[in-house]
Each structure stands twice: as structure tokens, then as C-alpha cells.
């Protein structure tokens, strides 16, 4: 649709619910673009969260914002009867919102209080100091983040919006009790898309990972926490599929509840906040055993029927997040319900990252 892809998933939910997603490819750790394949273009690392609390400014509850590592979510909940009315809405909010002044040195102050409060926050801010690590690629150091949230100007901000908020930039996903649009529905929506906007991809920097060293890091905080980083660094030719199924299988053999996982054209890692500081490489050293595999499989296929069912909106960042990385939400079922545990091996020999890890220890 005028160069952003929108692509539907029919199901029913009470009351002909309908969730409109955004995913838009910006984040806490990424700031380097190239327009049209030949400008390089410096971002604010800050600018995606400054350009939610916007959002949630002028439209309160109306929209929910996710800001992640390198996308950031926006999701609105309508109905079977509005939906053409509430995605030209969007549609128009993403791409046609015009920004105010004073509004936004309102947000940006709302903007670094949230951060100084959280930063208090032993695993807030060990986290964010472990993406240095998982976010090697893409140079992520943490003062960097809170220089731009103290330097970013009004200026600057409304010169990233014109550059990052366009339809090459961006995919919606709408997931629902959705109904046939109307031909001069389809007509309006596609008048709230500007076309002639420039293509915007990540600007890549893989480093040579066998120049990756592990990190271990002590600092003070009022809460002890403890923070483990496996740093994935697959081989460029490997494709995306590839390494989030590694990821997403291999990971499995992590216990820790609190687990996080990323994958992303430049990173892969997994975020482990756990009781106990331990090595996490050595989940990684051997491949999953058939019975892990198996596992693996059928909870990722109950994690992805669960969402669908009760949680909506988690459903629609999963599903974004791996269109964002160009996997189409047909292809990766496929994936889980037929490749085998020879398919997985006999791939996976090819494709094994290199495997680097960091230690964030907070402490008193």
C-alpha cells in the first residue's frame, strides 16, 4: 500500500475486536541509517522514546508504545465497523503529525525525569549497561544514550521524524475480527501514506567477532543484580530465519525465567537476569539434543497460540518483530511445525555463531 506493507491475520475475538500494529524500525540502540542507499544519516538514541511520551501526550491512552532495542511498537485497539476510520487515524498520526515547540520540551523534560527514575533501578540500568555488549555492531554505550536525552533538540527531533517515520521505515500488522474494506476505504488510507519519502535501511558495522572479548562489570547500586549476556555473532551469510531459530531453540536451554531475547540484522544475544552469577556459555557449547529440540518447538508453538488467544498485543510485537527481519509469520510456523531435528543439525553445523558473554554484577 503506497510502499508499506500491511498484512492481516483473521481471527475472531469477543466483541469483533480488531489491533492495529506499527512497527517502526527505531529503537534505544540504534542510530545509524543510510537514505535511499547512499546518505548516512546520524539518529538520537533517545528519539524513540522522546517520540512515544509524544504520542501519549497528545493521544493518551489511545495508542500504546513498546520502544525495544532497534523497533519501536505502536498498537491501537478498534473494532470490526472502525477499522478503516481508526487506521486512517494511524496512519495519519505516524506519518502526518505535526510537532509543536513547546509540546515537545514538555515531553523531552517527562522524558529524562522517567529516565533518572528508572536509572536508579540496579536492573534497569545493568541491563542497559549490558547492551554494550549485545549490541557490539551497532557501538550502543550507555552515556550515549543519556547525552541524547539531555542534547536532543526540537530541531533535531522533527528533522529524525521527517527521515525515520516514513513507509520504507515501517509495517503494520492488523490482527482481528477483520472486515472487506470498501474500495474508497482502501483509497482514503492510501492518501494518508506519503509516497516520494526516502528508503531507509540500518547502516550495518559488523565488526570481526573474533575480536569480540567477554566483558565482566561491577557496579553500585541499591539493589544487588545480577546480569548475564550471551552475544551471538553469526556469519553474514547466514540468513535471518537461520539465526532466530537457533536463537529461539538453543536458547531454550536457559532455566532463568527472566530471559530476554534479541535478534536483529547486526546482534543476537540473550539477557539472563538470574540469583546466581554463572557462565552461560556453556548452554551454548553443543547443540540441542533431539529431546531439547522437540521441547523447544512445541513451546514456542504454545507461546505463539497463547498470545494469539489472551495476550493481543504481544501477539502483534512478536509477529512484527520477525517481519521486521523480513520472516513472514506463515514461514516461520512452517518452520516449527515440519523442520525435523536432522533438518535442524544437518543446518546448524553450517551456521554456528561465534559466542561471547558479559557479566553485569550490581552491587551495594
Not at 348 to 353: A, F, G, V
Amino acid at each position: 500500500m503506497n510502499g508499506l506493507k500491511v498484512t492481516y491475520n483473521l481471527h475472531e475475538y469477543s466483541g469483533d475486536k480488531v489491533y492495529i500494529s506499527f512497527a517502526i524500525g527505531m529503537g534505544v540502540s540504534v542510530r545509524r541509517y543510510c537514505l535511499d542507499e547512499k546518505q548516512e544519516f546520524l539518529s538520537n538514541l533517545a528519539f524513540a522514546n522522546v517520540w512515544s511520551n509524544y504520542i501519549k501526550k497528545l493521544y493518551g491512552l489511545d495508542y500504546k508504545c513498546i520502544v525495544d532495542r532497534t523497533n519501536t511498537y505502536v498498537v491501537k485497539q478498534t473494532n470490526q465497523k472502525n477499522i478503516a476510520v481508526a487506521m486512517e487515524e494511524f496512519l495519519k498520526m505516524v506519518f502526518s503529525t505535526t510537532y509543536d515547540a513547546e509540546v515537545f520540551e514538555q515531553v523531552k523534560i517527562k522524558t529524562m525525569d522517567n529516565f533518572k527514575g528508572v536509572y536508579k533501578n540496579g536492573r534497569f540500568r545493568g541491563v542497559h549497561k549490558s547492551y554494550e555488549a549485545t549490541e557490539w555492531n551497532k557501538e550502543f554505550y550507555l552515556k550515549r544514550l543519556i547525552d541524547d536525552i539531555q542534547g536532543i533538540t526540537y530541531e533535531q527531533f522533527v528533522d529524525i521524524a521527517k527521515k525515520l517515520l516514513v513507509p520504507s521505515n515501517c509495517q503494520v500488522f492488523v490482527n482481528g475480527s477483520v472486515r472487506e474494506l470498501s474500495d474508497g476505504e482502501i483509497e482514503s488510507m492510501k492518501q494518508a501514506i506519503p509516497i516520494d519519502k526516502p528508503k531507509v535501511t540500518l547502516l550495518a558495522n559488523i565488526q570481526n567477532p573474533y575480536l569480540r572479548k567477554d566483558m565482566h562489570v561491577i557496579e553500585v547500586a541499591e539493589e544487588p543484580c545480577n546480569i548475564n549476556a550471551i552475544c551471538l555473532s553469526f556469519d553474514t551469510k547466514v540468513n535471518m530465519i537461520t539465526r532466530y531459530y537457533y536463537a529461539v531453540i538453543e536458547g531454550s536451554k536457559i532455566k532463568e525465567r527472566n530471559k530476554y531475547m534479541h535478534v536483529d540484522f547486526m546482534d543476537a544475544s540473550y539477557i539472563v537476569i538470574s540469583e546466581e552469577l554463572r557462565s552461560m556459555k556453556r548452554v551454548f557449547q553443543n547443540l540441542a539434543t533431539k529431546e531439547q529440540y522437540e521441547e523447544a518447538q512445541q513451546q514456542e508453538k504454545i507461546r505463539i497460540t497463547e498470545w494469539l488467544e489472551n495476550e493481543p498485543i504481544m501477539f502483534a510485537t512478536k509477529v512484527l518483530e520477525i517481519q521486521m527481519l523480513g520472516i513472514s509469520l506463515t514461514e516461520y510456523l512452517q518452520l516449527l511445525n515440519q523442520f525435523s531435528y536432522e533438518d535442524y543439525i544437518g543446518v546448524m553445523k553450517e551456521c554456528r555463531p561465534v559466542i561471547c558473554e558479559a557479566q553485569v554484577v550490581m552491587r551495594r
